[in-house]
């Protein structure tokens, strides 16, 4: 099983690398990050680690044995008790039950760690698949958004039942 990881610096070559390996099949159901993104990584990987210095963001990597990367995870906006819970997995790794592993362990780790008491996640209606672990991890549907123009839905979980 992969290990949950905060986001470290040395953690930069295998994300990019996993960035890199599946944008086409993170395009298919999220915004593309753009080929900014890929030209400027190591900036907005300094960036993200000093944000998350401050505890506005918490962010994660889930590391196979290897040192690859097979996901990321993160809490955004932390404020309040809460955050946004966002996550993408490696094609290659999809289908294996590792993102509802990984939100699970997230939303301990959030209870837990970080002092939360909910977390929020939204999930285009089309992306059945995030859809499905969002429900399987205790999430429930509390609105309607767009996301990048597209129906979405809103999710909210209390982690008060976190042990």
């Known amino acids: ?16 690398a996993f960035e890199r390996a ?20 190591a900036e907005r990987h300094r960036a993200l680690l000093a944000e998350q210095e401050t505890g506005v963001s918490r962010f994660h990597v889930l590391a ?10 993160n809490l955004v906006d932390v404020a309040d008790g809460g955050a946004d819970l966002g ?14 592993w990984a939100v699970r362990e997230l939303c301990a780790r959030a209870a837990r760690t970080y002092g939360l008491t909910f977390l929020r996640a939204a999930s285009r209606v089309e992306n059945l698949a ?30 008060t039942d976190v042990q």
């Open 87 to 100: 996550y993408r997995i490696a094609e290659r790794a999809a289908g294996r039950g590792l993102a509802t």
């Open 130 to 159: 995030s859809r499905a672990v969002l429900a399987r991890t205790g999430f429930t549907v509390v609105g309607e958004t767009r996301l990048s123009g597209l129906p979405g839905l809103v999710y909210r979980r209390p982690l």
């Open 1 to 16: 099983m992969p290990e949950l990881q905060p986001l470290r610096p040395d953690h930069a070559p295998a994300l990019l």
């Open 64 to 73: 196979g044995p290897d040192g690859e990367i097979l996901g990321r995870i």
């Open 22 to 41: 599946n944008r086409a099949y993170f395009a298919a159901s999220v915004p593309d990050r753009g080929d900014e993104y890929f030209a400027r990584f």
